[in-house]
């Protein structure tokens, strides 16, 4: 009796809390097809080649237009976009039905630029970071760090490329009409990111290196703003989709190894707590992969499973012990 119901307060509890949490997805894109790191591509125009080996940037002052036309801020959320990393980050929860549009800025506000990175708790997007996002308390944040190397051809892109845009001055708006795909725990907002365009009107043939608010640092960051995002069309996922297998999850509630399994075979699988970290992660192999949850504690994670196509389906998954 005991274990059942630990079972009911773990899966219900938490359906009430998280029934309005709003995600972010931001499906990463290089000159159409999905963003790799270290692989030689077209750049500015086809002028040369780029292989990306670093991609981090800043997201802040988020607002969401909804319902109407009501504007809601989501106060001190900061996002720290990787595109090494999955897709989704988890905005927060709120009383909304319908999100049209999102406001957002590259960078961090002034106010928190310069304030000191460690004071904020591990795992803060604004806490310290590996490799470093942090400048000085008298420069701030690094709002955006684009590094790889380039050439005149994919073999020959060896020239070192950093450009990191560091400046008050560097603070850009992002104002776009969104698509929204419902999950079991509430919204997402749904971005393309054509990273592709970030060197556009870019010299770095021969190799570049800027850190702070200069010409080329500037332009990308003005890419990045008014270049790069645009709505995406996204697959909403619902219990019926579940139920056609689309994605299972068993045992759950768990409390050693999980095996998810999706009727895409080639995907990565990340399980999310409740403030958006990624707490684990496989990838699926013939549309199954099984690992252990054994470490995490108890509670309501998000498995998220991504096709790197833009299609990402969510689930539920409870932990007990």
């Keep these: 009796m ?166 008050d001055a560097l603070y850009r708006k992002v104002v776009l009409a969104v698509n929204t795909t419902t999950t079991f725990v509430g919204t997402d907002m749904v971005l393309n990111a054509e990273y592709g365009n970030l060197l556009n009107n870019i010299d770095a043939s021969f190799g570049i290196v800027v850190h702070g608010n200069d010409e080329e640092t500037a332009k990308m960051t003005e890419n990045m703003a008014t270049n790069v995002f645009s709505s995406a069309t996204p697959l909403s996922v619902d219990a019926d989709d579940l139920n056609a297998s689309i994605l299972t999850i068993s045992p759950n509630p768990s409390s050693d190894v999980v095996t998810v399994a999706s009727s895409t075979s080639d995907a990565s699988v990340s399980v999310f707590d409740a403030v958006g970290r990624v707490v684990a992660a496989a990838q699926l192999l013939s549309g199954h992969s099984s690992f252990s949850v054994a470490t995490l504690p108890t509670g309501a994670y998000t498995v998220v499973v991504d096709a790197h196509n833009g299609q990402i389906i969510h689930a539920p998954l409870a932990i007990i012990r």
């Design 2 to 167: 005991k274990l059942l119901l630990t079972i009911i307060c773990i899966i219900l509890i938490p359906a009430g809390l998280f029934a309005g949490e709003v995600g972010l997805v931001i499906n990463p894109l290089m000159n159409g097809s999905p963003f790799a790191l270290n692989t030689a591509v077209s750049a500015n125009n086809g002028q040369y080649f780029f292989s990306p080996r670093l991609l981090r940037y800043y997201i802040s002052n988020i607002t969401f237009v909804h319902d109407g036309g009501q504007r809601t801020p989501a106060s001190r959320v900061y996002l720290l976009v990787d595109v090494k990393n999955q897709p989704r980050y988890v905005i927060g929860t709120y009383d909304i039905t319908r999100i049209d549009s999102i406001e957002f800025h590259i960078g961090v506000d002034y106010m928190a630029n310069h304030g000191d990175p460690a004071l904020q708790d591990p795992g803060h997007p604004l806490a310290l970071q590996n490799p470093s996002m942090h400048w000085g308390w008298s420069a701030g944040y690094r709002f955006i760090t684009y590094e790889g190397s380039a050439g005149s051809t994919a073999t020959t892109a060896t020239s070192d490329v950093q450009l990191h845009s560091v400046s």
